[in-house]
């Protein structure tokens, strides 16, 4: 366990993340360089290109960049040799007549659920072309992180034909990309390439064969998708109609239900230049219907199992699953790296199913590329546009169709590329329907929400969703169709007017003087508390003054040479931790930006907190999370350090054994963990817990019950009524939480008593009938986040108590047998006392990990769904998807304050514990 300062405390608290962001001089990474009697133009690119990859897709879109690098001298020496001669001011003076560009791909930090791009543009090595998509892309613009390519003076744009722009951009794609910027001009931003995707439905023939169904067909409705979704779900041989997701973003599976029943995401008002989220509609409803019974609806298998939906909902090993052949259907974008990646003979590809009224709902989207403005550059900013514009321009595309067709892709390209490019032959020997789909999939497409605070639109549909879900796996939903949706109304409404609200921002006058207030208020009592809670600390700290003058001159020589060994720490922590926080504790006060102009906010993103429902439940998350930390990874250890230290034989072997899970690495941890949460009975949990009978949980939990007053006696009996009680109490919760596993096996809903008892018997020796989905029940998802922690971490803790363990004399032990103590008033009286600073410590460190270190492992298991969502990963969201950094910036104060007082109380217990070396007498 590592020991956390206050210092450390406090730099945590005041968001690592974003305290880091440097608040000027932001840059991208490109430059300038005199190599080889030549001027290279290095521009560095955030489209994702491997140049390690050997897909053909990834092969050909390299090849479209050597034939760039190839012709920009040219490109060059047409368009800018002249102006750059003639302004040397501006450009610079370097041999303008020997120019040639390197492309570089970005290789920068890259962290699940932040923008790539946003790290780097933090960090001030941003690429100089910005890879976006259609829900980020007005983040970027509005936060100035994008350069208008259609200004006057740059003929950026202004050179590209009509026929230029109509091969590259769709007209469903202009609104997307052309749009008011943060002053409200109106720009065209961004470029797409690889074309306009659709969303498609794809399906494992051979798993469709298996199961003796017919393949699905472009006339596909939902009843057809329910069908086969049904037929192809076996949990027990591991097969899954549908793919599905859960986290923050799995709204994305739902849209497509959404407009396939007529409705829509957001509405935009041009007069008031507002977008706004209408979700909430009877289509809306009838679409979250459909998606919970894919999800979620109750069956019974063959062998009276009860099961939950049709669907698997693991984004982290999905793609091993449909490449093994598990999973029927899933929805993907469709374009030519898509159909490069697929076996044909193994998987289908057909429109998205038409909804009750006959409507198909698929998704357009684009991948696209913007100019960084922070460019500094002129000369990197014209080479940047020069490969942007070059990347997707018909030359290119030629280059890629033909680098498609010699790899044996021909019939796997856009047929309109190869009957433009001379290879009509391959048209025909594309899979049969494949063009018909393209075609459809781009015809019925909608834009993927793309307005202003868009991502926020996305994570409060996902709220409903959940909402509906949990209802169902507890049997809590009507069971008339007509009061089923109502519910599901009026959760997508709530959810709808709290969106318009963060979206739209406008809060009444008078509610926000009452937020200013109460946001004043407790500012000023944590500020206050701050202080005096330091006066304690130093108070605590500060040596005695010893007597006499030269014992003071020797005192103090002694220490002058301690400061000296410490000043390299001190310096460390002083430039590293404390300067950033003390650079970033005024974003809590800004609508701070990256780029452009922070605007003053005063306290109104500590009245936004103070309100606001979803941090307060992000941080009752923290403490939920907290305390099954500390009760069961932080008390284990010390229990069985005792046990392996009285083992008779084979301490090393079981020492090993303990051990061995700290070596393996977080991902692995997590990733075998993940299979053992499988939520039917291939799971390794579930596969134990199946077949387990109530009367073993009713055992466990009265040993546990047992264990507990048995050490809550012995503290009686040495008159240690207090925490004896908090002993009793302990055993109590930890009885009721055992036991209630039981309780559904021996207890049937409105039974009475008389019937329970006559069938208790049997009841005792039923073992559950239906499997525990870990990672998506609220009920067991935060333990389960938990449970892999405890697994990897007990042989390291336990290891350091066993070194402690080694330090206690015999003598002690002696004593306490000569004065008639067991082997628990041994433990109690002996092993605590003597291992109490070392207790302290580990918990100090472990109490402050437990609510700092969560995020991550959140993250990979949960993704924050399941009510799983802590602090620290909703500030990092708030941060690093939003872009809201001075609400970010506020929660991780108030998180600090929160935590602070507890520190304090815990350094004050460790200046008054004493500590000696081992053996010392």
């Known amino acids: 366990m590592r020991h956390t300062s206050i210092s450390t405390l406090l730099c945590h608290a005041a968001l690592w993340l974003a305290t880091s962001l440097p608040l000027a001089h932001l840059a991208a990474a490109g430059a300038i360089e005199a190599r080889d009697g030549q001027t290279v133009i290095r521009i560095v690119t955030a489209v994702p290109v491997d140049p390690n990859s050997p897909s053909i897709a990834n092969r050909a879109d390299l090849a479209a960049i050597r034939a760039f690098q190839d012709d920009f001298p040219r490109i060059f020496a047409e368009r800018y040799r002249d102006r750059y001669k003639a302004d040397p001011a501006r450009y610079g003076v370097h041999d303008w007549d020997h120019v040639s560009v390197e492309v570089q791909p970005f290789t920068g930090i890259k962290v699940e659920g932040a923008e790539v791009d946003l790290l780097a543009i933090a960090g001030g090595?941003?690429?100089?072309?910005?890879?976006?998509?259609?829900?980020?892309?007005?983040n970027y613009?509005?936060?100035?992180?994008?350069?208008?390519?259609?200004?006057?003076?740059?003929?950026?744009?202004?050179?590209?034909?009509?026929?230029?722009?109509?091969?590259?951009?769709?007209?469903?794609?202009?609104?997307?990309?052309?749009?008011?910027?943060?002053?409200?001009?109106?720009?065209?931003?961004?470029?797409?390439?690889?074309?306009?995707?659709?969303?498609?439905?794809?399906?494992?023939?051979?798993?469709?064969?298996?199961?003796?169904?017919?393949?699905?067909?472009?006339?596909?409705?939902?009843?057809?998708?329910?069908?086969?979704?049904?037929?192809?779900?076996?949990?027990?041989?591991?097969?899954?109609?549908?793919?599905?997701?859960?986290?923050?973003?799995?709204?994305?599976?739902?849209?497509?239900?959404?407009?396939?029943?007529?409705?829509?995401?957001?509405?935009?008002?041009?007069?008031?230049?507002?977008?706004?989220?209408?979700?909430?509609?009877?289509?809306?409803?009838?679409?979250?219907?459909?998606?919970?019974?894919?999800?979620?609806e109750r069956w019974v298998d063959a062998d009276g199992i009860v099961r939950r939906g049709y669907s698997s909902k693991d984004a982290s090993d999905f793609r091993m699953k449909w490449e093994r052949g598990e999973i029927g259907m899933m929805m993907a974008y469709i374009d030519e790296r898509l159909?490069?990646?697929?076996?044909?003979?193994?998987?289908?590809?057909?429109?998205?199913?038409?909804?009750?009224?006959?409507?198909?709902?698929?998704?357009?989207?684009?991948?696209?590329?913007?100019?960084?403005?922070?460019?500094?550059?002129?000369?990197?900013?014209?080479?940047?546009?020069?490969?942007?514009?070059?990347?997707?321009?018909?030359?290119?595309?030629?280059?890629?169709?033909?680098?498609?067709?010699?790899?044996?892709?021909?019939?796997?390209?856009?047929?309109?590329?190869?009957?433009?490019?001379?290879?009509?032959?391959?048209?025909?020997?594309?899979?049969?329907?494949?063009?018909d789909t393209f075609e459809i999939a781009i015809e019925t497409g909608r834009p993927e929400p793309y307005g202003r605070n868009s991502n926020v639109a996305y994570e409060l549909m996902t709220i409903p969703i959940a909402r509906a879900e949990q209802l169902a796996l507890a049997d809590e939903l009507p069971e008339d169709p007509a009061a089923r949706r109502a519910v599901f109304r009026d959760l997508l409404t709530r959810a709808e007017a709290r969106a318009n609200e963060i979206m739209i921002g406008i809060i009444p006058e008078h509610e926000l003087r009452i937020r200013r207030i109460a946001a004043a208020a407790t500012l000023a009592a944590l500020v206050i508390g701050f202080f005096i809670l330091f006066r304690r600390v130093f108070a605590t700290f500060r040596p005695p003054q010893p007597a006499g003058d030269d014992v003071r001159s020797a005192r103090s020589h002694k220490h002058r040479w301690a400061l000296v060994l410490l000043a390299p720490a001190?310096?460390?922590?002083?430039?590293?931790?404390?300067?950033?926080?003390?650079?970033?504790?005024?974003?809590?006060?800004?609508?701070?930006?990256?780029?452009?102009?922070?605007?003053?906010?005063?306290?109104?993103?500590?009245?936004?907190?103070?309100?606001?429902?979803?941090?307060?439940?992000?941080?009752?998350?923290?403490?939920?999370?907290?305390?099954?930390?500390?009760?069961?990874?932080?008390?284990?250890?010390?229990?069985?350090?005792?046990?392996?230290?009285?083992?008779?034989?084979?301490?090393?072997?079981?020492?090993?054994?303990?051990?061995?899970?700290?070596?393996?690495?977080?991902?692995?941890?997590?990733?075998?963990?993940?299979?053992?949460?499988?939520?039917?009975?291939?799971?390794?949990?579930?596969?134990?817990?199946?077949?387990?009978?109530?009367?073993?949980?009713?055992?466990?939990?009265?040993?546990?019950?047992?264990?507990?007053?048995?050490?809550?006696?012995?503290?009686?009996?040495?008159?240690?009524?207090?925490?004896?009680?908090?002993?009793?109490?302990?055993?109590?919760?930890?009885?009721?939480?055992?036991a209630g596993i039981a309780q559904p096996l021996l207890f049937a809903p409105g039974e009475s008593w008389s019937e329970t008892l006559r069938h208790l018997p049997t009841r005792l020796f039923t073992v559950r009938a239906e499997p525990y989905r870990?990672?998506?029940?609220?009920?067991?998802?935060?333990?389960?986040?938990?449970i892999?922690?405890?697994?990897a971490g007990m042989g390291p803790g336990c290891l350091i108590y066993l070194a402690a363990l080694k330090g206690i004399a015999d003598e002690y032990y002696e004593a306490a047998e000569m004065d008639g103590a067991g082997f628990i008033d041994k433990i109690l009286f002996v092993v605590v006392p003597m291992l109490k600073p070392l207790i302290i410590i580990n918990f100090v460190g472990a109490f402050i990990g437990s609510w700092y270190g969560s995020e991550g492992n959140i993250l990979v298991m949960t993704g924050g769904a399941a009510n799983t969502e802590v602090a620290g990963l909703h500030i990092w969201f708030k941060a690093f998807t939003f872009l809201q950094f001075g609400p970010a910036t506020a929660m991780a104060w108030m998180l600090g304050f929160l935590l602070i007082g507890f520190t304090v109380h815990q350094l004050r217990i460790l200046a008054r514990v004493e500590f000696k070396t081992t053996g010392a007498k």
């Open 125 to 138: 090595i941003a690429p100089d072309v910005l890879y976006i998509n259609f829900r980020k892309s007005d």
């Open 570 to 738: 001190l310096l460390t922590i002083l430039v590293w931790q404390y300067l950033p926080l003390a650079q970033g504790a005024g974003m809590a006060f800004f609508d701070y930006r990256l780029l452009g102009k922070s605007v003053w906010l005063g306290i109104d993103n500590f009245a936004s907190v103070l309100f606001d429902g979803f941090w307060w439940t992000s941080v009752w998350n923290s403490l939920r999370y907290s305390f099954l930390i500390l009760a069961l990874t932080f008390l284990p250890p010390i229990a069985l350090a005792i046990l392996l230290q009285e083992i008779p034989r084979g301490k090393l072997l079981f020492r090993l054994i303990y051990y061995l899970p700290a070596v393996v690495t977080g991902i692995v941890t997590v990733l075998l963990w993940k299979q053992f949460y499988e939520p039917s009975e291939r799971g390794a949990l579930n596969a134990l817990l199946l077949r387990i009978p109530a009367v073993g949980y009713l055992a466990l939990a009265l040993l546990l019950l047992a264990i507990a007053l048995a050490f809550a006696h012995r503290l009686r009996c040495n008159d240690m009524n207090l925490a004896a009680v908090a002993l009793v109490l302990v055993g109590i919760a930890l009885f009721i939480t055992v």
């Open 774 to 786: 870990w990672l998506s029940d609220p009920e067991t998802a935060m333990l389960a986040c938990v």
């Open 339 to 435: 159909f490069s990646t697929i076996n044909p003979e193994l998987t289908g590809m057909v429109p998205v199913p038409k909804g009750p009224g006959g409507a198909r709902g698929g998704e357009l989207n684009s991948r696209m590329m913007g100019l960084f403005s922070g460019i500094k550059e002129p000369a990197v900013r014209d080479a940047a546009w020069e490969f942007i514009r070059y990347y997707e321009s018909e030359a290119a595309v030629k280059i890629k169709t033909r680098m498609m067709v010699e790899g044996g892709y021909g019939p796997f390209v856009n047929p309109r590329y190869l009957r433009q490019f001379g290879y009509p032959e391959f048209e025909r020997l594309s899979p049969p329907g494949w063009a």
């Open 788 to 791: 892999p922690m405890i697994w």
């Open 141 to 296: 613009i509005q936060n100035n992180f994008l350069y208008p390519l259609d200004r006057p003076e740059d003929r950026y744009l202004s050179v590209m034909s009509e026929e230029d722009l109509a091969f590259r951009i769709h007209p469903k794609l202009w609104p997307v990309i052309d749009r008011k910027g943060p002053a409200g001009e109106r720009h065209v931003w961004a470029l797409p390439y690889g074309g306009a995707l659709g969303k498609v439905l794809l399906y494992r023939k051979d798993l469709f064969d298996r199961f003796g169904l017919a393949h699905p067909t472009a006339d596909w409705t939902w009843d057809d998708l329910l069908a086969a979704a049904r037929k192809l779900t076996d949990p027990k041989r591991g097969t899954y109609g549908i793919q599905l997701n859960r986290g923050k973003q799995e709204s994305w599976y739902w849209v497509t239900y959404l407009w396939s029943a007529g409705g829509e995401v957001m509405e935009y008002n041009e007069a008031s230049d507002q977008w706004r989220c209408v979700f909430g509609s009877e289509a809306g409803a009838e679409a979250l219907d459909f998606y919970t019974r894919l999800s979620a």
